[in-house]
């Protein structure tokens, strides 16, 4: 059922026109003119829909430093960018099929088996880049312009059918067969032309940020040459067709730039692509032995420490936990300061039940890097099921004070107030994280009930209670004046 949500919801937003035979790369100059068919308000509010749509329906990955991971490359993509005013939010769903899309209001989702293919940072950065790129080019809205006919009622029309499909993938897709016929089908189709920019402007984007920019075209031969043998295109193929001449267009754009440049490559690409591995694995045992088969092969040359930490994780995973610490510790006597390999050690202790350990392991951490996503999560958690929420409500108010809160943020301090005593801050944090599932009408009851029901909010509680009712429901009127909600 997954897969079919989110093949109809990849139709809808960035759908490729397989008979497009568009080769030129010269645009028509449409200037600033997107902006009145889809305002960037509307377009952030609409793809804010579609995320929190998303989330209901398909597995995204929770793990904190996976998440920091593919934030910290979509991000450091975004900042080379000519475009980069806009705001994009990326995630991973936990999905084996290579695949990539990106929606309205810079929404950007990578499969698991996208990260585990590829072979570099900068393969997988050439996926994330040339998604960013259509949505910086506008090409959803240059769409939309090309035939002015895109309204408001094609759009819920073709959400609900993704609505439909949650209950009945049968039934949604014979509904998306009947909203699309004739001409719109056309309307909600990329070009070829917008697929060809996509890479050249990704490819800008490798460079600039000092990535290799022979990712983008290494990656889109593997995807080709491999598809050639099997029964089955990876779906990357079919909403990202890739002709001969786009291949060798990347490729000879790509040789352009030199050859023996130092690229920067983060190494924690390696540990995040080996912790999905394991995660892609559907028995842990399994894993255990994928892991254990390569570091019995002669192949071995300098990946030594992935595999045995992916080796770590998998043991984790099988509840091998002695063989885990064997592999982690040999590890860290290696790099003691290594991010991956403290959290790990962490997790372990923590699954042990073992928290003063865990604690001793995160409390060093901070003192390395604070403020660090993954650590204030994963430390947060541990206090609170430490049973030591007033820690964890102080590390996350500090937190806080610096960093954008989330819906993980929100989720663990509702938790860490409501343990630590404090009822009226856990059902505020409460209400915050219902706003950003989308969901403002259930976190605005939640206010309401606050002011109704003992125990009282205090003279400030009240006043800050108040005034983000006030913000909820204009938030909530713009909504319906745009025809998101009803």
């Known amino acids: 059922m997954k897969n079919a ?285 994928h892991f254990e088969d390569q570091l019995r092969s002669d192949k071995i040359k300098d990946n030594l420490s992935v595999l045995r930490y992916g080796a770590a994780q998998a043991h984790m995973e099988a509840g091998n936990f002695a063989r885990a610490r064997q592999y982690l510790d040999a590890l860290l006597e290696r790099e003691p300061e290594n991010t991956s390999f403290l959290l790990a050690r962490a997790d372990l202790e923590a699954r042990q039940g073992n928290y003063n350990r865990a604690i001793e392991l995160y409390e060093k951490m901070e003192r390395l890097y604070p403020d660090y996503r993954p650590l204030v999560f994963s430390y947060a958690e541990t206090l609170l099921n430490a049973r030591k929420p007033e820690r964890a409500r102080e590390l996350l108010k500090s937190y806080g004070k610096f960093n954008d809160p989330d819906l993980r943020y929100y989720n663990y301090l509702a938790r860490a107030e409501a343990e630590a005593g404090n009822p009226v801050e856990s059902a505020i944090a409460n209400a915050e994280y219902y706003y950003l599932t989308g969901e403002t009408r259930v976190a605005m009851e939640q206010l309401r009930y606050i002011l109704r029901q003992p125990p009282k909010p205090d003279y400030y509680q009240e006043e800050r209670i108040r005034a983000r009712l006030a913000f909820l429901e204009q938030e909530l009127q713009i909504s319906k004046d745009m025809n998101l909600v009803k």
């Open 5 to 289: 949500i989110k093949r109809i919801s990849l139709f809808l937003f960035f759908s490729v026109s397989c008979s497009a035979q568009v080769t030129s790369l010269d645009l028509p100059d449409i200037g600033d003119s997107t902006g009145t068919i889809l305002s960037p308000e509307f377009e952030r509010r609409l793809g804010q829909a579609f995320l929190n749509q998303i989330r209901r329906q398909v597995d995204i990955i929770s793990d904190p430093e996976v998440e920091a991971y593919i934030r910290s490359i979509g991000y450091r993509l975004v900042s080379h960018s000519d475009n980069n005013t806009q705001s994009f939010t990326f995630f991973v769903i936990n999905d084996p099929m290579i695949n990539a899309f990106a929606a309205p209001g810079g929404i950007i989702g990578i499969n698991s088996g996208t990260i585990i293919n590829t072979e570099s940072e900068s393969e997988l950065a050439g996926v994330v880049a040339h998604e960013i790129a259509h949505v910086t080019q506008k090409h959803m809205a240059r769409s939309v312009e090309m035939q002015q006919q895109m309204s408001i009622p094609l759009m819920a029309a073709m959400l609900g059918a993704i609505l439909i499909a949650t209950q009945n993938p049968e039934a949604g897709q014979a509904a998306i067969a009947a909203v699309q016929g004739g001409a719109l089908q056309a309307q909600i189709n990329f070009t070829r032309n917008n697929e060809m920019e996509a890479d050249r402007v990704g490819m800008q984007l490798l460079a600039r940020s000092g990535l290799n920019p022979r990712g983008m075209p290494s990656f889109f031969e593997k995807l080709h040459r491999n598809s050639r043998y099997a029964g089955n295109a990876p779906e990357f193929l079919r909403t990202h067709p890739l002709a001969n001449n786009r291949i060798a267009d990347t490729r000879s754009r790509a040789e352009n730039y030199p050859a023996d440049h130092s690229y920067e490559e983060s190494r924690l690409y390696e540990y995040v692509r080996a912790k999905l591995i394991v995660m892609n694995h559907k028995n842990a045992a399994d894993a255990v032995e």
